[in-house]
């Protein structure tokens, strides 16, 4: 989102589900979403179906490589690298869309030379990608009727996952695929409602409405409605909370729905931390690893079916969710909760019910002003921006970049040089092998919500190995090993893969109470966006009649 | 240069009579369609509002002027100046026998609407006596999310073609074997968990007489619990990944018995993945203090 | 018989017709695959009957319901008239004949009944 807002204004996919069907080309960017996006990739598969060329770039071969025309297999961490010398190739070669770039974009003599070192050798040296694949997908993008690049946690896990997002937006920008049906920028979001959260302005810069903290007329707007003052500085993101623990400085957390003493990078330490708080307070659904360290635990509602309101996805719907079962025993709707805290607290916030929250949201954020729940049912969800209830907009962003009148375009886009940097942790004689992190179809994300069916397919968690790599180590598919990093080491059986090339292991983060991955992952993060770097580690296998005796 | 190109291009229609009624409609839309659609009277079974038909039940069956025979009105498409007959002998005929050959060979008594067409065509599935070859197949349950019993089944290529190009392209299941003898089947009738399964559900969705089941419902019908009169139906969104499926959720005594997606829903047309279908137990499952 | 299991059989009273397509059809047989096959007193025409019923119910793809179980519930009335326990079989048969030949996808569903029908109507077998 950082990426896109920096370049666009707006933190939000540019284009609908549907619009896959009808683009000529996709590009799935790290991103898997045969198995963790799989009603969106129907869509791709619609299109596919129809005759649309799929490039996939992803380390693994996987899922979703195998659908593809082309699967480029770059080293972890070469994304930018990639992108760069597909940016080249495309200036070179005369396709990039001069009229676009000289209407609706800014910097781009700078770009070019800044990519003009990443020559299709170059490229190929510093991905491993053949020359000839990367110049294939240059010019199909460019060339394209209308193009998708879609992508998720393959590009943002990284500690430049921002820059990562940004080269992937420039060459939507060199080639004018962006701000028309059926062209554009689509990240797939991991959650349900991360894209709502940081719209509602869960997010430590931004007010709901995606308004800056540091803008004093939109604050103005928030002080006078909550008759509070909504403090001006940019509060902590995640990474920076735990930074705070470290420092002394946050001495009390309330988690809600997250599951940090599993879910991060280098989870030691987020656990030494989370355990040696003065105050912790759990709200969730289950007892989760964070939930068995806290003071107090809350219990709250699964607010998809035990609540009503509102969620938004990754083509920016927002959809109602809507109560259908009472949450069990003692636990209340997370709303009655917040608004007890509230209470206590000193602050009465009287709502009649969860539609007067939603109406006070649409009378604060310009975006979401178009879309009482009434209008939400009857047309099923509705796409923000949506400024009024008799309007509504295009289903892809950005339209304006095309328009005829300069007056309308807005601000300019702008091109952003990004340099290419290789994983903070590198690969050397003592951790051997880039482990990369990633997810399973039966299950997600920590497991607590999806432990709860039976998949016939869940196998528990291994550690992917190519082909080469079983070899050389003398390990058999099954057999127990143990994977350590600098950080950690667990035991995990093995599985042969033969979509990994030999050097690159992969494993899930969905059995944490088994083999607790986060163990060996880096809290390597980008400042820009608090994320950590899950998708590149440094590991050695050990087989374990080797280490012991 | 030109800005948003949002234009369609303009779709061309077509006249034709149906029943003694001119009507006009956009090229390419079938004769059931143009009738208005499923529900409109002309029975249905293997037509699904979310799988574009084999036309292979034969129930659909009209007259078009200038056909030797019955033409399966789900499937073709009006054409300028067609004339169509939409009840005549011969067509009641049809669909009467239609409905008697599968009554008389596999179990339809969840399947929508057969009452009231035996009773509407007089059709008498025992006249064939009771040595008339039937489909008897044991049940299938070699999984914990959902049921095959192809006793059941009435051969309409819908889950074949759910699982298929159609809709989740996992190919899992065809048909095997010909004749009366034809079964749908993963390869080698292995048993699901053997094969490419995904259990995405996708195919139980689509299935219109109950031979694909959820096993939360196989196993409230057996235990003789299972009361659709009380349940209600709340459509929400998803609780996992960032797609935002629409689930609709069944719902009878304050629990979820079983996950449907909204056919017309833009975002899925009635798909979901394994976790949408199945990943609600967990809410279901927390524990209350003791 | 005339044009093969798909055809129809001809009786004592059509043996002046001459073996021309347009002719035929005008007294509903066919020339079909050309196939003349003459039977004598001695044939035992309702095992014929019975053949032509197997082969079809066999030879169904199974892919439309008027021909997967139309095929197979003409042989088994075909089956009981033979053994003499159907009484109301006869106008079954042509009640299977009908939607054969009006609603199967395809010409071996459609034609599934005709030499069956042409026997027992021109000649009489089976009633």
Redesign the interface.
Known sequence: MVGLAATFGAGGGTSSYAEAEAADVIIMWGSNARNAHPIFFHHVLTAVNNGARLFVVDPRRSETARFADRWLGLEVGTDIALSNTIAREIIHAGLAHRDFIERATSGFEEYAASVEEWTLERGEAVTGVPAEAIKELAHAYAGARAAQLCWTLGITEHHNGVDNVLSLCNLALLTGQVGRFGAGLTPLRGQNNVQGGGDMGALPNKLPGFQDVTDDVARAKFDTRWSATVPPENGWHLTQMFDAMERGELTSLLVIGENPAQSEADVSRAIDLLSSRDHLVVLDIHMTGTAELADVVLPGSASWCESDGTVTNSERRVQRVRKAINPPGEARDDIDILLALAARLGHDWNYRDHEEIWDELRSLSPMHAGMPWWRLEELGGIQWPCYSEDTLEPPYLHGRLWAEDPADRGRPAPFAVVIDEPPVEAVDEEFPLRLTTGRRLDSYNTGVQSGGFSSPNRAGETVDVSPGDASRLGVADGEVVRVSSRRGAVEAPVRIDRGLRDGLVFMTFHFPDEVDVNQLTIDAVDPRSGTAEFKAAAVRIDRIAATTG | ?T????TRPEIATVEAMIDGVTVRVAEGTTILDACGGRGCGIPTLCYGETITP??????C?VEVEGSR??VPSCSRPVTEGMVVTTRSE?ID??RR??LE??G??VDLSLTDHVEEWNAEYGADPT???P???RVDEPVRID???YVRDYSKC??CYQCVDACG?Q???SFVID?A??????RVSTEHDVA??DSG????GNCIQVCPTGALMFTSEYDMRQAGTWDEARQ?Q??????????????R?H?QD???VKVTSPPD?????G??????R????????????D | MLGGAAGGFAGPADLDLPLDDARLREVGLTLGSGVVMVHDQHVDLVDQLRRIAAFFRDESCGQCVPCRVGTIRQEEAIERLAAGTGEADLSLLRDIAGAMRDASICGLGQTAANAIQSAVVRLGVLT
């Open positions: 240069m800005a948003i190109d949002d084999r036309n292979a039940c034969r129930v069956m025979t019955l011969r005929h049809s026998m239609v050959f599968l008389s060979s006249r064939y006596g040595e008339a070859a999984n914990d999310l009435i051969l190009e809709w989740q392209n048909i074997g010909r004749g009366f003898d034809a699901l968990p399964c995904v259990y995405c209600t709340v459509d929400t969104v998803c609780g996992y990944c960032g797609v935002g499926c629409n689930l959720l719902v304050d629990s979820i829903s833009g975002i899925t047309s798909n979901l993945c394994v976790k949408g199945f990943g609600f137990q967990h809410a279901q499952n927390r524990p209350t203090a």
